[in-house]
């Protein structure tokens, strides 16, 4: 799998957005993965890395 660019930043602001969920990545294979529902696939979306832990809100 091709390495992506990070980019590492603060603060974040995003417009025009239907919603967010907050969501924890689990192991796949060698990788990782993040759950999200299929009404989803095929739309352009946005992982936000923070750093504290929590927000287990599944």
């Not at 009404?39 to 992982?47: D, N, R, S, T």
């Amino acid at each position: 799998m091709k390495k992506l660019d990070f980019v590492n930043r603060t603060t974040l602001k995003v417009e025009n957005i239907e919603g967010f969920m907050v969501r924890k990545v689990t192991r796949f294979g060698t990788g990782a993965k993040v759950d999200c529902l299929k009404e989803y696939i095929g739309k352009m979306v946005y992982v936000v890395v923070c750093k504290e832990e929590g927000g287990d809100e599944e």
